[in-house]
């Protein structure tokens, strides 16, 4: 038992060291409003199946206020009104572009050819994606992403959130496997090490983008279209953060917990696929993570209860402060209050996860 201690001790000790020193973003200053460049925008959508959804958040982008954008909408291989809902915004707006998608043998529900298609017909330099189902916090969400390109900036990575639904635990756990997820790769962001963006509110050059030559290294893994390249052309020069409220998007959560298993399933196979020294420091952190709530629970039934106990109270000190800063950050603090519960359902969702993509591949991109 007293190894078991030590190992408890030492994991414990890196778990710590992750909270205080690689995810230093949440103790970060509020970012300073950067001065507003008004570039030429493209912004693109990739839409399959989002008629409803396209009627209800397409105004919110086509009223940002930005005097130089147009929005680029692709309509993959959908089935139900998408491309007549499309088209009747494009007679009413010349801003809107549409590229219209068929299924073909070689790139069968690809999202990232449909992706490359939309890229290839924006006619602006500045590309910035969003989702169907995503609508900016506010009119200033185009200027303040594209605010961040300077010189050296071809890439900002924001923060895409989910709506709040106050009565409901899943939107609560939903909400904070994407808080978690964000102080990771802001955190690694500012330390000159990013890993991944989010589709829901990613942007980036077309130079970047062509230079890169696309998806063409990840085009055959089914999802990755976001984090994938931001793993392959980010860097600690070229990458810009903006955490400002003025700059958050937030998307319709999954309904269901088995609909968002199988969604992050998705995402947990992309990751699969990052350098090798992102799946190091992740990996490390995750079963440090794993470790820890092991050990602890087989010490509370040991004479070394009580350090058990203390380890963990410290621990939950330093991650209340990491997550309340970060929350307010992002406007997500309503799950600072139940976080020790949101954490350890967390950890064992993505167990489960690792082990179910071991065993079966995850479903393509609908």
Same mark, same amino acid.
């Given at each position: &038992?007293? @190894?078991?201690?030590?190992?408890?001790?030492?994991?414990?000790?890196?778990?710590? !060291?992750?909270?205080?020193?690689?995810?230093?973003?949440?103790?970060?200053?509020?970012?300073?409003?950067?001065?507003? =460049?008004?570039?030429?925008?493209?912004?693109?959508?990739?839409?399959?199946?989002?008629?409803?959804?396209?009627?209800?958040?397409?105004?919110?982008?086509?009223?940002?206020?930005?005097?130089?954008?147009?929005?680029?909408?692709?309509?993959?291989?959908?089935?139900?009104?998408?491309?007549?809902?499309?088209?009747?915004?494009?007679?009413?707006?010349?801003?809107?572009?549409?590229?219209?998608?068929?299924?073909?043998?070689?790139?069968?529900?690809?999202?990232?050819?449909?992706?490359?298609?939309?890229?290839?017909?924006?006619?602006?330099?500045?590309?910035?994606?969003?989702?169907?189902? !995503?609508?900016?916090?506010?009119?200033?969400?185009?200027?303040?992403? +594209?605010?961040?390109?300077?010189?050296?900036?071809?890439?900002?990575? $924001?923060?895409?959130?989910?709506?709040?639904?106050?009565?409901?635990?899943?939107? =609560?756990?939903?909400?904070?496997?994407?808080?978690?997820?964000?102080?990771?790769?802001?955190?690694?962001?500012?330390?000159?090490?990013?890993?991944?963006?989010?589709?829901?509110?990613?942007?980036?050059?077309?130079?970047?983008?062509?230079?890169?030559?696309?998806?063409?290294?990840?085009?055959?893994?089914? @999802?990755?279209?976001?984090?994938?390249?931001?793993?392959?052309?980010?860097?600690?020069?070229?990458?810009?953060?903006?955490? +400002?409220?003025?700059?958050?998007?937030?998307?319709?959560?999954?309904?269901?917990?088995?609909?968002?298993?199988?969604?992050?399933?998705?995402?947990?196979?992309?990751?699969?696929?990052?350098?090798?020294?992102?799946?190091? &420091?992740? $990996?490390?952190?995750?079963? +440090?993570?794993?470790?820890?709530?092991?050990?602890?629970?087989?010490?509370?039934?040991?004479?070394?209860?009580?350090?058990?106990?203390?380890?963990?109270?410290?621990?939950?000190?330093?991650?209340?402060?990491?997550?309340?800063?970060?929350? =307010?950050?992002?406007?997500?603090?309503?799950?600072?209050?139940?976080?020790?519960?949101?954490?350890?359902?967390?950890? +064992?969702?993505?167990?489960?996860?690792?082990?179910?993509?071991?065993?079966? =591949?995850?479903?393509?991109?609908?």
């Amino acid at each position: &038992m007293l @190894s078991i201690l030590i190992a408890f001790v030492l994991i414990g000790l890196i778990n710590l !060291c992750y909270y205080l020193g690689f995810f230093r973003f949440a103790l970060a200053k509020n970012e300073n409003q950067p001065a507003y =460049k008004d570039l030429p925008v493209s912004v693109i959508i990739c839409a399959k199946n989002e008629a409803v959804n396209l009627r209800n958040f397409l105004p919110a982008i086509l009223s940002q206020d930005h005097p130089d954008f147009e929005v680029v909408v692709i309509n993959d291989a959908s089935v139900d009104e998408t491309l007549e809902v499309l088209e009747d915004f494009q007679l009413r707006d010349d801003r809107v572009k549409i590229v219209d998608v068929q299924n073909n043998e070689a790139f069968w529900a690809n999202k990232k050819y449909a992706i490359t298609l939309g890229i290839k017909k924006a006619k602006k330099p500045y590309l910035l994606f969003t989702d169907a189902d !995503c609508r900016p916090e506010t009119g200033q969400w185009l200027r303040e992403m +594209s605010a961040h390109f300077e010189d050296q900036k071809s890439i900002v990575l $924001g923060y895409g959130g989910y709506f709040i639904e106050t009565r409901s635990l899943l939107n =609560k756990l939903i909400r904070f496997e994407t808080l978690f997820t964000a102080i990771q790769y802001f955190s690694y962001a500012s330390w000159g090490k990013p890993y991944m963006g989010v589709g829901r509110n990613l942007a980036y050059t077309s130079e970047e983008f062509f230079a890169q030559n696309g998806f063409a290294t990840h085009l055959h893994i089914k @999802s990755g279209d976001d984090d994938l390249f931001v793993n392959g052309a980010a860097n600690s020069h070229n990458t810009a953060l903006c955490y +400002s409220p003025v700059g958050i998007t937030r998307s319709i959560p999954k309904t269901s917990l088995k609909a968002w298993f199988r969604q992050k399933r998705r995402h947990v196979s992309a990751a699969s696929h990052y350098k090798k020294e992102h799946r190091l &420091m992740l $990996g490390l952190f995750y079963t +440090s993570q794993l470790l820890f709530w092991i050990f602890f629970f087989i010490l509370l039934k040991s004479p070394f209860w009580q350090v058990a106990l203390f380890l963990l109270a410290l621990r939950w000190i330093v991650q209340g402060v990491v997550f309340y800063n970060s929350g =307010k950050k992002f406007g997500e603090t309503d799950l600072f209050w139940i976080f020790p519960f949101l954490e350890l359902f967390l950890v +064992s969702a993505q167990l489960v996860i690792f082990i179910s993509n071991i065993f079966s =591949k995850p479903t393509n991109w609908k």
